[in-house]
């Protein structure tokens, strides 16, 4: 009220929304001129959404922290499942360091609603990081979805789904997939 001398200001913090794609270039990260999620990574302050358009995508490196209340998140520009952003790590063979999602060192981070396949062994991996969330992601197969390594603490995982081969409960014995005796298959030995 200004009658009684005190003056009431409303404040309003935006933080930054880019955008990116699979092939974006540029440093704009609107969504009709995307950037690249690497470049994304290397701007983004604490609070920043950075909103991965459809389409399928490389193993994404992050290195890069927000803070308690203000998170760095990364999450699928579209909310239908059928259009989330695809995180391919490039194999299907079951070779360790094809993971979906490297975070190093990293704090306050948000991963939503984004897909990950032929990501092995693991597909997520944590090394050093803190305060991490994984929410509505789907995975298929992989050994590990989230592998957290020395240094690692305080992880979410809610509302996310994993899906194996259907080979793994139908045809395959545990001989096939921890002795390989007919073809190569123990990189599934952890997911059966």
Not at 9 to 36: I, K, N
Not at 93 to 98: I, L, P, R, S
Request: aromatic residues 10%; glycine residues 8%.
């Amino acid at each position: 009220p200004v009658s009684t001398g005190a003056v009431w200001m409303r404040v309003a913090t935006d933080y930054p929304v880019l955008f990116v794609s699979p092939r974006g270039s540029g440093s704009a990260f609107r969504r009709e001129q995307p950037g690249s999620i690497a470049d994304a990574l290397a701007v983004a302050p604490p609070g920043t959404t950075i909103r991965l358009l459809s389409g399928t995508y490389p193993r994404i490196d992050v290195g890069v922290s927000g803070e308690p209340e203000q998170p760095i998140t990364l999450i699928s520009d579209s909310t239908n499942p059928d259009q989330y952003a695809v995180i391919d790590g490039g194999n299907t063979t079951g070779a360790k360091g094809n993971q979906g999602m490297r975070i190093t060192d990293a704090s306050w981070l948000v991963i939503e609603n984004l897909k990950f396949q032929n990501c092995w062994r693991n597909i997520i991996e944590l090394d050093n990081s803190v305060y991490i969330t994984v929410r509505g992601c789907d995975f298929s197969e992989g050994k590990d979805v989230v592998h957290a390594k020395a240094g690692t603490h305080h992880l979410l995982l809610e509302y996310n789904t994993w899906k194996q081969r259907e080979e793994i409960w139908y045809e395959w014995s545990w001989a096939d997939v921890h002795h390989s005796e007919v073809e190569d298959l123990r990189h599934y030995s952890g997911s059966f």
